[in-house]
């Protein structure tokens, strides 16, 4: 017994040892809030975090495998395709800049439509590493990522100044407008969580009620903690939306997802007072905008304060055992504005275009602004033709830009990219107008429902300070260009016509060469005469010569 | 009397074996293969079928959804996030964890065919492959327009029944399926099945040639129909009447279809089967193989050199065992019964058969005097 005892314990201290080989210390943190721009609308926002961090500082983090909280399927795909950050929105609806005012956390974390994906990694002209990347996340997040190639691959120097990034490094970044935002996309968003769905502020999230909002985003963000050395990493996750709590008081306590009743039986309240009269329009609740008791706090997180929410100028903290019992006062927003930004897109017929992009500075300061515009392939911009106004005065170009990066297209390899910086003065309005040409592609590279028209991707315009510090990243919204058609029938027309003139023409010339000739007085030599013929002449009595 | 037992035997054998199946995992091919709004019934087909299937436990990971367009969060759906097939909305199809493999654009012929044949793009994830070996059970179901040797992608391409064929043919001869069950449910479905080739493969089609494939009924809010009649006769067979552990076979099911009900008559082609549709499951096809052994025994492992005389020694075995015998063993396991863990080594030895023997010293004995027979033959 003795021996077996020794034996065994020997054993569970090389197990022990082995176990503490590669110490990787991680973090958790999760948080929501809310804030309420009116009585119909209400912003929330669910943050997670991951921390991860080895003691040998000279490796990266990636490659290890003992992770407890920091999900492997994103450290394998860094490790493998040697990326040291990476950042991917995925946004549905129109932020609305009238009523809604900022971009929440300035619109860093805020995409335009569809999804957005770029990455800092080792320069490979060949894109090798980048297109691994797309694809392995495509499989990640159950979207089309595959369908990133070159053509839509865009490499901005201005825009995205990577705070941690390797001087060896280079920036790919890519953007699929046309591609759908739903839960599929959603759901494996949970499945990096520790908790997943099951404890903390995920559970608050039904996805029903996240894709019936006039906006919703998520975010995922992969990015060292430290300047030039992956030792340590953080992961960000970010789901954001928009809650029109009217209609979400339709559905409260409706599990069957019944329609529902536009129109209640008490006559004395009209119809519209009695859509408003199910909740308050003093204050907001939790179960208002998610029709659910929060389960209890995720164990991993170090924080006890997890709910935010904002009142007035500053924000009230609350437990998430509390959260039944919160209440969201509803606020009017405040009218600050760093910059505004719209666009637009007008058709000259089925051919030309010009695309106008407004940037309106109400502040009492100077802004650096870096506008960053791509165009798929099939688009042809025609940089002479820009033109800023300022104010209402068209002004010199040349001298008005400081920086221009202009990446020209090659048909079915590039689309064109533009970086314009510029300082747009105190309390200006600022148009920047070019024109484009719409090019008919073959016929088998329109998509199936091409006279839907085409998603162009939004622009994004980066607002700097004099200290060269980034305010704010607003995008623009997407616009829909239709593209030239052809009649999609027209390749059987062509067929159908073309072969009959085919057969009509081989078919009168062949008759034409094979057919026989015969002269035709043979025929006549043995004729007898008419009776006609022959009656005049024995009428005048006159023989036949 | 010898003669009746052997046969007796064999018959017995060939039971035994027709009976068995004999594939260790499952996969599912779903396809959706229509775009726009007025199609949503074709993804409700798709998403009813992927939910029989992940009930009765295929895993995500072994089913391959492509969808075409997006129905769920389409602007038009009065319910974001939500697919019903029926129009008492008591089933969400999308709930909250779905997995879409192909979805929009990507829902094309060649992809299709390249997903089949294992032709992907080098970069694709394993999630969107048919990993699949010779031991796998492959259910393809399609679902869409189609006319006569042809099924609509997207509206836009035509997938021949040649070509299905031919994709087929790739898979059998790579060794990549056990058995296929090719299910498909368009106009004119019949006709997409009728060129292949290879065999163990069902094909079931919901309508003959120069028929239609009709809808069931249509939800007033949502607009449009929400299901087709032969998938509405599908689910209700395997929402109703099956299980994981269920024993209804394919007969079964094909026996439960009403052309009268469903508006034209469904099309059952057992191509080269191996098994009668008698014999094969609804599991094999639409459930997945658990690998688990049950023990309601008490099994003592021994060591090799344990000295069985010491009574003193007590362990506890890693098995399942019945209620009566935890209690009397029910004191957990620690660092101390780590030896129970270890099953006992056996040694294997090739010991040979006597007639192997002497069919090799026929044999060798045969070569030693032949070959210089021969040899002096010849040179003479």
Redesign the interface.
């Known amino acids: 017994m003795k021996k077996n005892g020794c034996l ?1 314990l020997f054993a ?1 201290s090389l197990l022990s040892f082995s176990l503490t080989a590669a110490t990787i210390d991680e973090t958790y943190d999760e948080s929501l809030f809310i804030k309420s721009f009116s009585s119909r609308y209400s912003y929330v926002s669910f943050a997670f975090e991951i921390g991860a961090s080895t003691d040998s500082t000279h490796s990266s983090v990636f490659s290890e495998s003992s992770f407890s909280l920091f999900p492997l399927s994103i450290a394998r795909v860094m490790d493998e395709c040697q990326v040291s950050e990476l950042h991917i929105r995925a946004t ?1 609806g129109r932020w609305d800049y009238e009523n809604w005012k900022e971009s929440p956390d300035n619109g860093f974390y805020s995409g335009g439509l569809g999804f957005e994906v770029w990455a800092f990694m080792a320069n490979d002209p060949s894109m090798k590493y980048w ?2 990347l797309t ?2 996340l ?3 997040l ?3 990522l ?2 990133i190639d070159s053509s839509n691959t865009y490499q901005p120097q201005l825009s995205y100044p990577g705070s941690f990034s390797f001087s060896n490094n280079t920036q790919y970044f890519a953007s699929l407008p ?7 996309n959603l ?2 968003l949970f499945k990096l969580l520790p908790c997943k ?1 099951k404890a903390g502020i995920a559970s608050l999230l ?3 009620l ?3 909002t006039d906006w919703h985003s998520f975010s995922i963000d992969v990015y060292p903690s430290e300047n030039q050395s992956l030792a340590s990493v953080k992961m960000g996750i970010i789901i954001q939306a928009v809650v029109d709590v009217e209609r979400n008081g339709r559905r409260k306590g409706k599990t ?4 529902p009743s536009e129109y209640c039986h008490d006559e004395d309240m009209d119809s519209l007072h009695c859509l408003m009269s199910g909740y308050s329009t003093e204050h907001h609740t939790v179960d208002d905008l998610f029709h659910k008791v929060p389960k209890e706090r995720c164990l991993l997180s170090s924080t006890f304060s997890d709910v935010f929410v904002s009142n007035g100028d500053k924000i009230d903290t609350f437990s998430l055992d509390e959260a039944a019992n919160i209440q969201i006062p509803i606020q009017s927003t405040s009218d600050n504005h760093t910059v505004t930004v719209d666009r637009s897109l007008s058709n000259d017929g089925n051919h030309w275009g010009s695309l106008s992009s407004t940037i309106y500075n109400p502040s009492s300061s100077p802004r650096t602004i870096v506008y960053f515009e791509k165009f798929p392939w099939f688009v042809r911009v025609y940089l002479h033709t820009l033109t800023i106004t300022l104010n209402g005065t068209r002004i010199n170009t040349k001298d008005f830009i400081e920086k221009l990066y202009y990446q020209p297209l090659r048909d079915r390899k590039a689309g064109t990219m533009m970086e314009i910086q510029f300082s747009i003065p105190p309390h200006t309005n600022l148009i920047v107008h070019f024109n484009v040409e719409k090019t008919p592609l073959r016929l088998d590279e329109y ?3 091409a006279n839907r028209g085409y998603n162009l991707p939004p622009a994004i315009i980066s607002v700097f300070d004099e200290n060269n510090t980034k305010l704010c990243s607003l995008r623009t919204a997407a616009l829909l260009m239709f593209i030239p058609t052809p009649d999609f029938s027209m390749p059987y027309n062509v067929i159908i016509f073309t072969s009959t003139v085919i057969a009509l023409t081989f078919g009168g010339i062949f008759n034409l060469l094979t057919r026989r000739f015969v002269p035709q007085q043979s025929k006549f030599q043995n004729r007898q005469p008419s009776m006609l013929q022959r009656l005049k002449e024995k009428i005048f009595h006159k023989k036949r010569g | 009397m010898i003669v009746q037992f052997v046969a007796l035997l064999l018959l017995n054998l060939l039971q035994i074996i027709a009976a068995e199946s004999s594939h260790t995992n499952n996969w599912a091919v779903l396809i959706s293969t229509s775009r726009f709004w007025f199609n949503y019934r074709h993804t409700a087909n798709v998403l009813g079928i992927y939910r029989s299937v992940k009930r009765l436990g295929i895993p995500d990971s072994q089913i391959i959804l492509m969808i075409a367009d997006d129905y769920a969060c389409n602007s038009r759906n009065l319910f974001p996030g939500t697919v019903f097939d029926n129009a008492d909305r008591a089933l969400d199809l999308y709930g909250e964890e779905i997995e879409i493999d192909y979805k929009g654009y990507e829902v094309t012929v060649e992809a299709f065919i390249r997903l089949l044949t294992e032709r992907v793009p080098e970069n694709t994830p394993a999630s969107k492959r048919l990993l699949t070996n010779e031991r796998s059970n492959i259910l393809i179901y399609m679902t869409g327009h189609g006319g006569d040797g042809f099924i609509k992608f997207q509206d836009a391409e035509e997938l021949s029944s040649e070509d299905l064929a031919d994709a087929i043919e790739q898979i059998h001869q790579h060794k990549r399926y056990n058995e296929i069950l090719f299910m498909v449910d368009t106009c004119q479905a019949n006709s997409l099945y009728t060129k292949i080739y290879s065999p163990n493969v069902l094909a079931i089609g919901s309508s003959e040639v120069g028929t239609s494939s009709y809808s069931h009924h249509a939800d007033i809010d949502i607009g449009v129909a929400v299901i087709d009649r032969f998938t509405f006769s599908n689910l209700e067979f395997l929402e109703n009447r099956v299980d994981s552990k269920s024993k209804l076979t394919m007969q079964d099911l094909i026996n439960s279809y009403n052309p009268y009900e469903i508006h034209s008559t469904p099309g059952v082609q057992p191509i080269n089967l191996r098994r009668s549709p008698d014999d094969i499951l609804i599991t094999d096809f639409f459930g997945n193989v658990r690998d688990i052994e049950l023990h309601s025994e008490k099994i003592n492992w021994m060591l090799p050199g344990e000295n069985t005389t010491k009574p003193s020694i007590k362990r506890n075995s890693f098995v399942f065992q019945a209620q009566n015998d935890m209690q009397d063993d029910g004191k957990g396991f620690g660092i101390s019964n780590l030896k129970s863990f270890l099953p006992p080594t056996r040694e294997l030895k090739y010991k040979k058969h006597p007639i192997s023997r002497i069919i090799s010293a026929v044999v060798c004995i045969s070569f030693s005097i032949g070959f210089p027979y021969y040899a002096s033959k010849y040179l003479k």
Do not use: I, M, W
């Not at chain 1, 046309?178 to 599929?184: I, M, N, P």
């Open positions: 065994l569970y549905r297109l691994k694809n392995q495509s499989g990640l159950c979207a089309s595959n369908y046309q591609e759908d935002v739903c839960t599929e759901s494996p769905r039904d996805s029903h996240f894709f019936d069957t997802f019944q329609p998509p199936p429902d």
